[in-house]
Each structure stands twice: as C-alpha cells, then as structure tokens.
C-alpha cells in the first residue's frame, strides 16, 4: 500500500495551465479505471475534482480535466486562477481491495 | 442534502483508546460503503478503513490493521472506528467519507475530527 507519487509542488501564472502527475503501478494506477482527484485547502476536508479517470462532478469547473497513460493519472488545470492555490491528491482502488492516496502536490498560483 | 458529522476526537496517551463516530444524513446510508481517512498533521491523506453498506466486506490499511475496528449502525446511520493501542504515529484529523463503491471515489466527507497521541 505505498503511496502513489505526485509531485510536491507545481506552480503558474493566472491564466496558464498546469499538469499534475501521479505515478502508480500495475496494481492500482495501470490496473483499473477509477483514478480520482481531490482538492483541499487548508484546514478543509478534500473536495472530489475527477472521478473514474476523466469524469467531473456537476459542479466542478470544466477547466479541470483528468486523463490516464498506463501507470500513470494526469490531472491538468486551465485557465489557472488563484482560487485554484490549494493541495491536490490523487487516489486509486488497488488489487488489495483498499485503496491509496498520492503524496499530494501543493498548487502555487 | 448529504451531510457527515464526526465526533470522539481528543488527545489520548500512547497505547490508550478512543472511539470516534460519524453521523451522516440527507441520504440512504445503508446503501453505501463508508470509509475513514485520516491525514497527520501537515502530511498527505491515508486510507484507514472501509465498512461495506451490509458489513460483509471490511478492510483495513496495514498501518492499523489488529488496532481498529471499523463498525456502523445502520439504523442510527452511524459510523465508528474504534482505535486502541494507540501510537503517536495515529495522530492526525480523521474523516469520515463516503464511497461510491461501483467508481471507488469519495463524493462527500465529514470535516473532521483530530486526535492527538501523546503524553
């Protein structure tokens, strides 16, 4: 149950985009199609962006979008605003019927 | 609207016990699996435990696994985890979550509760 691997920091300018990755293996990233991405700010509870790899809530901005590349989840922000400076994880279900959360990436705007 | 409400956190001495609960509301809480998730201070987000809608499958992350137990009240629409043995390493806020089990994504949680383990 390692944690999947994001990086700790990325950051942009308003109005540029940004790609978040998250590194896995075949027992949880690369094997199923139920990656989602989740959104906190400090000292909130996370807040569900993508769900099954590229599908978004009602409610979430279109300007977050995920995608999947064998081992490795992809979540991609546009249009960056500074209400998007926040912590991003990623999470997977894995072969072990429970799942794993990325090491988490803090967004600078 | 889905509402999740946890309760029981504090601070405990290292090898001591608490019992945290969660209560939800504005849906059928007896038709999903819920999950508790916990997150140390200043540090990322950990699976921690996971009961399904009718307790036929629990799991457990082998960080806790012989220490907690995860149990529900279907007719309180309640959750629990109950935590013994407790190290400082426990220390962090815990959320109750909810689980869409056929997409195996979290679509509401609780805002937390901290515990802190220490002497």
């Known amino acids: 149950q390692s944690a999947l691997t994001q990086p700790a920091s990325v950051s942009g300018s308003p109005g540029q985009s940004i790609t978040i990755s998250c590194t896995g293996t075949?027992?949880?990233?690369?094997?199923?199609?139920?990656v989602s991405w989740y959104q906190q700010y400090p000292d909130k509870a996370p807040k569900l962006l993508i769900y099954e790899v590229t599908n978004r809530p009602s409610g979430v901005s279109d300007r977050f979008s995920g995608s999947k590349s064998g081992n490795t989840a992809s979540l991609t922000i546009s249009g960056l605003q500074a209400e998007d400076e926040a912590d991003y994880y990623c999470?997977?279900?894995?072969?072990?019927?429970?799942?794993?959360f990325g090491t988490g990436t803090k967004v600078t705007v | 609207e889905v509402q999740l409400v946890e309760s029981g956190g504090g601070l405990v001495k290292p090898g001591g016990s608490l019992r945290l609960s969660c209560a939800a509301s504005?849906?059928?809480?007896?038709?999903?699996?819920m999950t508790w998730v916990r997150q140390a201070p200043g540090k990322g987000l950990e699976w921690v435990s996971s009961i399904s809608s009718s307790t036929n499958y629990i799991y457990y992350a082998d960080s806790v696994k012989g220490r907690f137990t995860i149990t529900r009240d279907n007719a309180k629409k309640s959750l629990y985890l109950q935590m013994n043995s407790l190290r400082a390493e426990d220390t962090a806020v815990y959320y109750c979550?909810?689980?869409?089990?056929?997409?195996?994504?979290?679509?509401?949680w609780g805002q937390g509760t901290l515990v802190t383990v220490s002497s």
């Open positions: 979550a909810r689980l869409k089990y056929d997409t195996r994504h979290f679509d509401y």
């Open positions: 999470s997977s279900y894995t072969t072990t019927n429970i799942g794993v």
């Open positions: 504005g849906f059928t809480f007896n038709s999903y699996t």
């Open positions: 075949s027992s949880d990233v690369g094997g199923y199609n139920y």
